[in-house]
Each structure stands twice: as C-alpha cells, then as structure tokens.
C-alpha cells in the first residue's frame, strides 16, 4: 500500500484537526494545516505534477525549505510515485560545496529539479540544470494547489505493489565518508510507524520535533508541531514553551537541543513540561547529567523505565536501538570507566549481530562476517524492516552492496554494516565503543576507541574531548575543546587522571593532551557528531 493512502482515511476520520504546525521563522506564530487540506492540496499537486509530465520512479531533487509547502509537495510526489532527492545541507556558497552537489547529482542521474524561483536561478549559475530533463518551480505548483476550484481528488494507483516503490531518497550528511543517497521504499516507512505505534504512540499524540523528522507522524493520526532552526539554536526555553501551549506529549531533539533543554531545567525544581510522556534524543549520545535533569520535568505518566529516551540508528535505518532513563543511569558507572555507550536492546522487528570485520583496500572481506563472541568489539550489524536495501544510481556502485553488507550463507539475509564498532554483554544488551574509522591504533599496537575514552575525561572534568589518530599515533592524542577554564590547571588534572583510566582499561597508555580553542567541528545534520579526521588533521600539521 502506498503510505499516502493513510492521510486520506486520517482526512476522513478527523478532517479539520491539525496535521503540520511550522514555527513561523523569529516569531511565536505558527502556520498550521488541516488533514483535509493537506490531502487536498496534496493531490493538486500530484495532478499538476502529473500534467506536467512528472511519472512515477522519476527521481527529482528538491531544494524547498521546509514548510507547510514543502510538506504539500512532497505528499502530492509520494502519490504520484514520484521519488524526491533530500541533499545534505551543503554550503553552495563554497567551491568545495557546489563541487559536492554536483557530484550528488550527475550520481543519482536525477530526471527532475524543483524549486523555489531563487533556488532555480542559483541552479542555472551552478550549471546544475543540465542534469535534469525537467524544470518546475514551486510557486507554480502552489499556484495550481491553493486555487480550491481545481480538482482536489486524487486516486493512488492501486495496481501498482507499491511496498517495494522508492519513496524518497535521504542522504547521509558525510560526516565520515561521501554523502550516499538511501533509498527508503513504501515498506520501511509502514514499518517506521508500526514500531512507533508499538511505543505507545496513537493519535491522541502531538509530536514536536525538528523539520524533516516528522514525514511519517500524521500518518498516524497525531499533529505535528515542527521548529525549523537548527538544533543548536533552539533554546530549551522555546522548546518548554511549544510543549506547553501544544501540550505536546511525545517529542524528539537532536543532541545539542536536549543539552539546551537540560541547561534551561537544570536549577528549576517545579516540573516544567509535564505533559510530555516521551522525549527521543537521536543523532548521537549525550550525558547521563542531561538524562537526569530532564527526567524529573516529564508526566508523571511518563513510561515506568523512564521517558527519556536515547535512541541509536543511522540514515541507513531508523530506529535501531534505544536506552530508556532507567538504563542509561544503571549503566553510567560503566560508561564512565571505559566499558562504552549502552545502545539498549533492538527495536521490535530489528536483529543486530556483532560481525567481526577487516579493512582491506578494497573494503570489506565478507568471508570473515561471523558473529564474534561474548563482549568481543566487532561491527554493528543490522537487518529489519526498518533498513534500507538500496543506494540511489552509482552510489550502490561506488558505496554500497558488498562494501556495506555481509550476507548469511545460512539463511541468505543481508546484514547493513553500520561502520560503528561494539559489543553485546550477558544482558544482549547492544554496546557502542565508536566508528571504525575512528579507532585509534597506536604504534605499541593498542587499539583505543573514541567512546571508551572520551566519557571517562568528559564525565570527570566537565568538558568535551576527542579521541584522534596524531601523529605516527607514538601517544594517545586527547584534543580537549577551549571552554575558557585554565588550560594549564586543567592540563595538569587531566595528566593526574591518566593512571586511573589506564587501571581500568588495562594498558599502560601514553596520552597526550592538546587545546583546541574554539567550538568542535561537527555534522551538519543533527550538528553532534564531531569530526574528528579534520581535528586529526587539524593536530598533525599544528605538530
């Protein structure tokens, strides 16, 4: 079934409830749609696109900000079977940013551009219309679906098995390696919803999230409130303040928006935002300080395991794992003293195995893809209904198939190997110790991992650390983040600390410690992830 044939019987069961509500941008106003507008103007889409000669599996790269219109849009392509592309946020500004888009584009062999009139005009100076066979800006498909006289009935084709159709294409932010554009079919986004529905979440929900993150939600039935800054702009004030005039109940924050948030409650003992049961932080890990400020603030009928919720997957699939409030402190002493980020169990209809890997020129050798044994660190794998089976064009060429999967002689199924590195403990929990193409080896022939390392300093100091590889890896190379304390008072703690990390870890390890004075680089997504091969480079030309 094509996903779209839900917002119609969600616009047949309740018409005029609230499906989308944007934050108008440096204003408390929200622009809001209704669920039968949505279908409605939704379907004037797809017949415009229809009439102008758009046809099911062209893919079309999409560059609308997101808004009411862009939500408008893209529903009225999910109808149609038209596939749109979401790029990374790139600097186009940049030489090196126009060169990656491009790059992107002649890739995934795009059929399609749509727009905004502005955003057309840049692409005809980035001579990126040369890749598409078809034009279209947005102001003419908005002018096509606000006119209430055009038909406003649209039947999806029910001929088609739409389970296995492309729905969009996502792609990674290339935070740690080329930007790949994933392939999400019909099928992993029913299964996206069923493991929501399966966390408790119905229509009864209001969800507040960050754009981009919410196409499935009112699908369910819920309204979805939706702020459009990044994540390290949104204040924990604003975010308390939607909660409360929404009464939102369930909500998801990148990393840097749930520290904001824990920053803002931290020294409020009244709880603020109790109407809301369940908060998912996604993207990457965060303290267990933060956990705990937060916890307290939620509903008190929030889950009895807590309703703070660490949740772990990739772009490649999502969700994968998650921790609850009352599992991420039961395990804050071990992350503290080396053992890793607990990731918690799988989502329901996820099976994660700890594959061993190796490295070799060409990627990877998937005759070594066993499972290893007991507590053992090998690579995350993942097979579900929730991950991907595909890249778009020659980027399953160039970055998937063998080079991202291990296939089980046994039963034949395919296992995405996420690159991050782990282990399960005697609870099956799932253990997450770093990327692989983070690890650390040291000339003495030690092998450190960024998660093991960076909480111990980061938990005991206060501060934000990165594990890198400097150079000839002779030491262990620390770069701590500038965050105005006395480098040379906090330089000598850290050295003073090297023998108790080094008790628990087992090694006798030679660490080095270097300042970097300004904020981490990091992702351009959720804006967490640090990205630590431009720090590594960062250091060896500073040595």
């Known amino acids: 079934m094509n996903i779209l044939s839900l917002l119609s019987e969600r616009a047949k069961s309740h018409p005029n409830k609230i499906a989308f509500a944007f934050r108008l941008k440096n204003s408390n106003m929200y622009n809001e749609i209704s669920f039968k507008e949505l279908d409605q103007r939704s379907s004037r889409a797809a017949i415009h696109l229809e009439n102008n000669g758009f046809k099911r599996g062209m893919k079309t790269l999409v560059m609308v900000r997101p808004s009411i219109d862009f939500i408008i849009l893209i529903y009225g392509m999910f109808k149609l079977g038209v596939i749109p592309l979401f790029p990374p946020n790139l600097d186009i500004k940049s030489r090196n940013g126009r060169k990656l888009l491009r790059l992107i584009i002649s890739r995934a062999k795009i059929n399609a551009l749509i727009g905004s009139r502005k955003i057309l005009f840049i692409s005809w100076l980035l001579r990126l219309r040369v890749y598409s066979q078809k034009i279209l800006s947005l102001s003419q498909i908005k002018s096509y679906y606000s006119n209430s006289n055009n038909k406003s009935e649209y039947f999806i084709d029910s001929n088609i098995n739409w389970l296995e159709e492309p729905v969009f294409v996502k792609y990674t932010t290339g935070s740690t390696g080329p930007a790949k554009g994933v392939i999400y079919n019909h099928a992993m986004l029913h299964s996206h919803i069923k493991i929501l529905e399966s966390e408790g979440i119905n229509s009864n929900d209001?969800?507040?999230?960050?754009?981009?993150?919410?196409?499935?939600?009112?699908?369910?039935?819920?309204?979805?409130?939706?702020?459009?800054?990044?994540?390290?702009?949104?204040?924990?004030?604003?975010?308390?303040?939607?909660?409360?005039?929404?009464?939102?109940?369930?909500?998801?924050?990148?990393?840097?928006?749930?520290?904001?948030?824990?920053?803002?409650?931290?020294?409020?003992?009244?709880?603020?935002?109790?109407?809301?049961?369940?908060?998912?932080?996604?993207g990457e890990s965060v303290s267990s300080k933060v956990v705990r400020n937060i916890e307290p603030h939620l509903s008190s009928n929030r889950p009895k395991d807590g309703?703070?919720?660490?949740?772990?997957?990739?772009?490649?699939?999502?969700?994968?794992?998650?921790?609850?409030?009352?599992?991420?402190?039961?395990?804050?002493?071990?992350?503290?003293?080396?053992?890793?980020?607990?990731?918690?169990?799988?989502?329901?209809?996820?099976?994660?195995?700890?594959?061993?890997f190796k490295e070799p020129l060409g990627g990877f050798?998937?005759?070594?893809?066993?499972?290893?044994?007991?507590?053992?660190?090998?690579?995350?794998?993942?097979?579900?209904?929730?991950?991907?089976?595909?890249?778009?064009?020659?980027?399953?060429?160039?970055?998937?198939?063998?080079?991202?999967?291990?296939?089980?002689?046994?039963?034949?199924?395919?296992?995405h190997r996420t690159g991050d590195l782990g282990y399960t403990d005697h609870e099956n929990r799932i253990w997450l110790v770093g990327r692989k193409k983070h690890r650390v080896e040291l000339s003495n022939g030690i092998t450190l991992y960024p998660k093991q390392i960076e909480p111990f300093f980061?938990?005991?100091?206060?501060?934000?650390?990165?594990?890198?590889?400097?150079?000839?890896?002779?030491?262990?190379?620390?770069?701590?983040?500038?965050?105005?304390?006395?480098?040379?008072?906090?330089?000598?703690?850290?050295?003073?600390?090297?023998?108790?990390?080094?008790?628990?870890?087992?090694?006798?390890?030679?660490?080095?410690?270097?300042?970097?004075?300004?904020?981490?680089?990091?992702?351009?997504?959720?804006?967490?992830?640090?990205?630590?091969?431009e720090l590594s480079h960062w250091l060896c030309d500073k040595s």
């Open 458 to 533: 980061d938990s005991m100091f206060g501060i934000r650390t990165a594990l890198v590889n400097g150079p000839n890896n002779i030491q262990a190379s620390i770069i701590v983040e500038g965050n105005g304390m006395n480098w040379n008072i906090l330089q000598g703690k850290l050295i003073q600390s090297i023998p108790i990390l080094c008790e628990l870890l087992g090694d006798n390890i030679d660490f080095s410690f270097t300042l970097y004075s300004d904020t981490f680089p990091v992702d351009s997504g959720h804006e967490a992830k640090i990205r630590r091969e």
């Open 307 to 356: 309703g703070f919720h660490l949740v772990y997957g990739a772009t490649e699939g999502f969700p994968l794992c998650q921790n609850q409030a009352k599992h991420i402190f039961q395990t804050e002493f071990e992350t503290k003293s080396g053992k890793g980020i607990c990731l918690g169990k799988p989502v329901k209809g996820v099976r994660i195995r700890i594959l061993t």
């Open 365 to 415: 050798d998937n005759s070594s893809a066993v499972d290893v044994s007991g507590d053992s660190i090998g690579e995350i794998s993942v097979c579900g209904s929730v991950v991907y089976t595909r890249l778009v064009g020659d980027d399953e060429e160039l970055f998937g198939g063998p080079l991202t999967w291990a296939l089980d002689k046994n039963d034949g199924s395919i296992w």
């Open 206 to 282: 209001i969800f507040f999230g960050r754009a981009g993150t919410l196409i499935v939600h009112p699908l369910i039935g819920m309204t979805s409130i939706l702020h459009t800054n990044k994540p390290k702009q949104t204040t924990g004030e604003e975010i308390v303040r939607a909660i409360n005039r929404w009464s939102i109940s369930a909500c998801f924050l990148s990393p840097p928006s749930a520290i904001n948030l824990s920053n803002y409650l931290e020294d409020i003992n009244e709880p603020k935002i109790t109407t809301l049961e369940r908060l998912y932080v996604g």
